[in-house]
């Protein structure tokens, strides 16, 4: 199996580093984007 080589060290920490972040990132924005939509609804309701 010619080219079909493992991933080498740089690339694997590359891609755990980007899996990482993008959890991060989704795990910081969801609860913001979530509080937005509540503070929205409350507020739309309240007027």
């Not at 991060?24 to 309701?45: D, N, S």
Request: glycine share 14%.
């Amino acid at each position: 199996m010619t080219g079909a080589e493992p991933l080498t060290v740089g690339q694997g920490v590359g891609l755990v580093v980007g899996y990482a972040l993008t959890l991060l990132l989704a795990a910081i924005l969801l609860p913001i984007t979530l509080a937005c939509l509540l503070v929205e609804a409350l507020a739309g309701r309240g007027r």
